[in-house]
């Protein structure tokens, strides 16, 4: 056995948190070798639900579970802590307009990342999953002048996740043999999820799609399948969200696959002629706990187009949080 | 990659059947070589919720998950089973006597045990975890005679759990050295937590306990603790129960730990007193899909006492719906 790693999960109480922290604790995410400390963090009036969480994790007796830190407290929550998903996050009331919302929650990933700067190991490696994903990163880094931006990341696996499922089904493959998928942008209604580098057993899947149907089906849906399981499950993804998160961590930390890559928000470097700035979800290869932009794609001149918007969405959430930067 | 296997889940867009779905399908319950073809059985009014679980799973891109089919039709859900973890049932409502109880739920296990007869395999391998669970058990299994009575068990896993759990609180030493717990009878309050066997590396822990906290800290707050957790949570145990019935499937079918057993509700042989005609929670080996009883452990007098206690209330279920049977 290794030694433990802290990981904190913001929101823990929460149904995304209520399937993350069980499968983390389980082992899914750095495997059965790495024994693992939770801490987790939640609002005030959430703690005697988190209480109960932390009473279920005791009786799964996991062997890779060393201990359970439950805090409403950021700075406790983030102590020494290695890995953290921040989940957590306000969510759109009604009549909330768009800038309301960035400005919410703008405050708790500001919080948020001063209690990573002052209190974290300085390696510690962020995901953020609470809404606006890109732009709660950028801001919770923003706060952390000590950790280097890198490791501040947001998640864009559930859309990379969702395209290539939805094109398993479309072309009767399993989904392990869809690679080189691309989510670009934001984790919003305007990503661009892109097919045009996809492979399956190394061949190019072009010739099996048309454009009417990557336009007019294949697109919105990945872009809306959020709202279509809140239509069915009358709650947002849960355990989905959670597996594209232990997806996400694991593969940075343990490395992408050989011959693939996965989808990950990270600052842009100017690839793509995306500027740098924002937190925009680009292709990349992961090994060792670092990760690496795939360079040299060529684009469409469609692709370029939709990367564009999102970067724009991107640019305008920056925009009406910059005061906080 | 072996050929997959058929799981069939009962309740499941259920809070247990959320946290168990996903956890099968991403190969914690057979491994990473086990591909699964997930069959989910709920109510009609839940199939919209249910549909929402299948989009998750999807979404989730495991690479263990071959299908997945959702259905309200008992036949189809469970078509060539292999294993099946039941875990719907009526939940009591206010107002409602345990007769009630046993009755509502008696309706569904006998529905279910026929549809087991007439369609899954004939070594299809049974876990009840819907209360109550022991005597649902017995009638899914008298409905189905063309299928091997011990081949259908119910949980007492999670109880089993919980207890390694707290002693590993009181001893302050890791849950995975703490060995030869036993839940002996029924899946209620009326279950006896049984340490008198339980060792850490390899020494009885009897020096380090007291009968007085045995009595009145320990087996209360063991028969207990699922109370606790709704009190805390404001809804029943899920996730640790989805857990427990993972490691009772993962240890029937693998094999549980050398020098160690585990507890399951299975038909009595009349081991230790307790006469046939009941599923009881004994100590368990399991090898390769099978289990057989411990034998020969010494029992005290205030042990065999509280054995009884609990066969008299099973005996007492079984009484109230023999006419099923």
């Known amino acids: 056995m290794k030694n433990p790693v802290r990981v904190t999960i913001t929101g823990a109480a929460g149904q995304i948190g209520y399937q993350l922290a069980f499968r983390i604790a389980s082992g ?12 987790l963090l939640e609002i005030t009036p959430a703690l005697p639900a988190l209480n109960g969480v932390v009473m279920e994790l005791e009786d799964c007796a996991f ?13 406790t929550a983030f102590k020494d ?7 957590g996050a306000m969510p759109r009331g009604p009549g909330m307009e768009r800038n309301d919302l960035l400005q919410a929650n703008a405050k708790i990933f500001t919080h948020q990342g001063k209690a ?37 990341t947001a998640m ?4 990379h996740n969702r395209a290539i499922a939805h094109l398993s089904k479309k072309l009767n493959v399993s989904s392990q043999n869809i690679k080189k998928m691309i989510i670009w942008g934001n984790h919003s209604a305007t990503q661009y ?11 190019s899947i072009k010739d099996q799609i048309s454009d009417d149907w990557l336009k007019s089906d294949f697109i919105p849906a990945i872009q809306q399948r959020g709202a279509e399981i809140i239509k069915a499950r009358g709650a947002s993804s849960a355990a989905s969200a959670a597996s594209a ?48 932009i795939i360079q040299d794609l060529s684009l469409t001149e469609f692709s370029q187009e939709r990367m564009r918007v999102t970067e724009k969405e991107l640019r305008e959430e920056r925009t009406a949080i910059e005061e906080l930067l």
Not at 28 to 38: T, W, Y
Not at 81 to 87: H, K, P, Q, T
Request: hydrophobic residues 40%; contains cysteine; aromatic residues 8%.
């Open 28 to 39: 899914q995410m750095f495997g059965q070798n790495q024994p693992i400390i939770l801490q």
């Open 63 to 75: 062997s890779t579970l060393n201990d359970v830190i439950a805090t409403d407290d950021a700075n």
């Open 81 to 87: 802590s290695e890995y953290a998903i921040l989940v």
């Open 116 to 152: 990573i700067n002052d209190n974290a190991n300085k390696e510690i490696r962020v995901l953020v999953v609470g809404n606006p994903a890109n732009t709660n990163a950028l801001i919770a880094s923003s706060n952390a002048p000590n950790i280097d931006p890198q490791n501040f």
């Open 156 to 159: 864009t696996r559930l859309d």
């Open 193 to 203: 999820p892109d097919v045009d580098h996809v492979t399956v057993d190394d061949t």
């Open 245 to 292: 998160a232990i997806d996400h961590m694991h593969d940075w930390v343990l490395g992408s696959a050989e011959n693939n890559w996965v989808s990950m928000g990270v600052f842009s470097d100017g690839s793509y002629g995306i500027k740098p700035g924002i937190i925009y979800s680009f292709p990349v290869r992961c090994s060792q706990g670092s990760y690496e």
